[in-house]
């Protein structure tokens, strides 16, 4: 049998932990039999209700929260400082953060949407990624006591969007765009490593980044479930493989 790139012993940062994708990440990661999790978010009573959660799954989960903005430099500095003190740095980081500052996905023209929004909209979608990875690399690729760097993942959430052109919601495309060539450039740089860098596109996914609308059918968006099992696909494939992109589509259009 083909070694896993993932075992059930390693450590998983899940960035964006507090709710939707991330959220539903890490209980499908308990379910699958995976113990040891790092939550980071914003919000400390939603990453603590999530942890209670997870540990009465089983007396065998260890669930570490950290309340951090990626967002501020100075909390993704603390947060790296803080698990480089760990016994072993987490291999697996995924990075289930993105949307909109306001938390709601809205269309409208780009001639018209505030620069600040604007801003806000590429730090959380690209930047913030971008500045995880450029500190969690050098970690990743830092050789064992034998020389040999072990498997390590960097999964970023992207979207359709990125794909996809649509009116309305050309600022979140382009930072979408720019995560994906991003990850795509840097996953060649370290391939040869064993280090796995890959993507996962969801279009329409049924979370609160979608607010209800009368014309939005929620039947037809992608069961947030699907995307978590996605993810897991990426992170278990075997060494062999290397799965850069993951797309889903919804199979009949919501709208």
Sequence with gaps: MAEKHLRKSDAIVIVGASRGIGENLARTLVEAGYRNLHLVARSQKKLEALRRDLERHSDEVSVRVHVRDMCIEKDLMALVHELQSENAFPRHWVLSVGGTPSGKFLIEPFESTPWEQIVSTVDLNFMAPM???HQVLPELMRPNSDGVVEPASVIALSSQAAHHARGGASVYAAAKHGLWGLVRSVAEEVRELGIRLAVVAPGMVD????PSHPKLDRSKMI???????????????????APFEVHIRPQRSPK
């Design 131 to 133: 500045r995880i990875m």
């Design 207 to 210: 979370t609160e980044l979608h």
């Design 223 to 241: 069961p947030v479930e699907d995307v978590s099992r996605a993810i897991l696909f990426t992170l278990e494939c075997s060494v062999a493989s």
